[in-house]
């Protein structure tokens, strides 16, 4: 079975701090993907990595930044926590043919 | 550009009872189709999608959903929901000539009542 790892279940931090969300996929998948789920909004996409060292922005960027050093991991950062950016954070996986995307079971951030 | 519109945010239904979850899409040019669903506390998990031939197309756990092109939609839907069918369920396009980037609708709530 693929397996996507999300390092944190649950995070608390601090308006300002920098917040670190780990991802890591077992199936050698080539795109990745970090979403934000709210309530009444759906999933959003964040940002997306279709290689090694490559990334694209999703629909909402701002805020947030990420990091692809290996095929296997795909790190979510926020350089400077805000209130706004209290969410679940959903990290996904899939080869580029067939759309199908495999998901971690999610970080849940409270920034206070 | 494309969108997604799920146009009920909650569906309460009696266990044993049929259901069906609405989804319509908009794209300009080819799309495939999925319903995901996300129980209490887990990430999403794939019920089921749409990339090419029948338009009827069925799922894990008795799901099935309908592909259709002129009016834009793919319901999911379920002759008999159980109580452990309670969940969220999210619809989401792809453009098909760039499948790795999903679009989703806003999500239904499915309470299942005894």
């Known amino acids: 079975d693929v397996k996507v790892t999300q390092s944190s279940r649950y995070l608390v931090k601090r308006t300002g701090e920098k917040v670190f969300l780990e991802c890591v996929q077992d199936m050698d998948h080539e795109n990745m993907f970090w979403y934000r789920q709210d309530p009444g909004l759906g999933l959003r996409l964040i940002y997306f990595s279709y290689d090694v060292k490559m990334k694209e922005k999703g629909d909402i960027p701002e805020g947030y930044s990420v990091s692809r050093e290996k095929k296997e991991r795909f790190s979510l950062i926020l350089e400077s926590a805000s209130t706004n950016q209290t969410s679940m954070y959903l990290c996904?996986?899939?080869?580029?043919?067939?759309?199908?995307?495999?998901f971690g079971e999610g970080s849940r951030l409270t920034v206070l | 550009a494309q969108s997604v519109t799920q146009l009920d945010s909650q569906v309460p239904v009696f266990e044993e009872a049929p259901v069906e979850l609405r989804c319509n899409y908009s794209?300009?040019?080819?799309?495939?189709l999925f319903w995901y669903v996300q129980y209490p506390n887990q990430g999403l998990q794939l019920l089921l999608k749409y990339l090419s031939g029948s338009t009827l197309v069925k799922g894990i756990n008795g799901f099935e959903a309908e592909f259709n092109k002129s009016q834009t939609s793919f319901h999911l839907r379920k002759p008999s929901v159980h109580i452990s069918d309670t969940a969220e369920y999210f619809c989401a396009v792809s453009d098909r000539r760039n499948t790795g980037k999903l679009i989703f609708g806003q999500g239904t709530t499915l309470q299942v009542k005894p």
């Open positions: 794209s300009s040019v080819s799309v495939y």
């Open positions: 996904a996986s899939s080869f580029p043919t067939t759309g199908e995307l495999f």
